[in-house]
């Protein structure tokens, strides 16, 4: 699976949307983009996934650059509930390995 | 549905006792997966399954620890004997098919 980079850690404002930006140029035409995220001490959430098209759900919505190499989650109303750890992870398509990285601490601020 | 059930929610037991982690997936998921996470290696996939039977273990850290699944809804982690350096929390999480994973609300485990 791709290896994917993401910045440690980023702030936004509560109500303003978050943009977490996730690198990764290596993937393959069969890596999916999954986003999870870590609220401190509960485990991982699933939030959104996509392979090619930007994705929307009531979470998020998913950004996918036309030649994948990177892509942008975007919690579009950010509050104090979403501060977590924010983890992009590339993943083949019938694979079911999630492994996860360091990922990106958001912490929204009032 | 409950989600993924976990327990006991935290253990704490001494160096050289068997430890024993269990876990109830949701109904109907195929996969089940055991991480472990601490501050300084973070989230590690240990194990998974796929309809009961173990695919990947490479992640397992040593023989002190093993992973059963003797049916569609249970699962356990044993180590033994357990070390401080197995101190972290446990998670264990079910998937069906590429939908995303549900994770449980973990183990704390303290080995002293």
């Known amino acids: 699976d791709a290896k994917t980079t993401q910045p440690p850690s980023m702030d936004c404002a509560e109500g303003r949307a978050a943009n977490l930006p996730c690198n990764h140029s290596t993937i393959s035409g069969n890596e999916y983009v999954y986003w999870y995220r870590q609220i401190h001490s509960q485990g991982p959430q699933y939030i959104i996934h996509?392979?090619?098209n930007n994705e929307t759900n009531e979470m998020a919505s998913l950004i996918i650059t036309e030649d994948r190499k990177s892509s942008t989650l975007i919690l579009p109303h950010a509050t104090l509930r979403d501060t977590a750890v924010y983890y992009c992870?590339?993943?083949?398509?019938?694979?079911?390995?999630?492994?996860f990285g360091k990922g990106t601490k958001l912490t929204v601020n009032p | 549905d409950a989600g993924v059930i976990q327990s006991p929610r935290h253990e704490v037991t001494e160096m050289g006792q068997e430890v024993t982690l269990r876990c109830k997936p949701i109904?109907?998921?195929?996969?089940l997966f055991w991480y472990r996470q601490t501050m300084m290696r973070g989230l590690e996939l240990l194990i998974y399954?796929?309809?009961?039977?173990?695919?990947?273990d490479s992640g397992m850290p040593e023989d002190r620890f093993s992973a059963k699944m003797p049916n569609a809804s249970f699962s356990t982690l044993k180590i033994q004997p357990s070390e401080p350096r197995d101190s972290a929390v446990y998670f264990c999480?079910?998937?069906?098919?590429?939908?995303?994973?549900?994770f449980g609300s973990g183990t704390r485990l303290t080995v002293v």
């Open positions: 109904s109907g998921h195929n996969s």
């Open positions: 992870i590339a993943l083949k398509g019938g694979s079911e390995k999630l492994v």
């Open positions: 999480a079910s998937s069906f098919r590429l939908y995303g994973y549900t």
């Open positions: 996509g392979l090619k």
């Open positions: 399954f796929n309809n009961n039977v173990p695919i990947d």
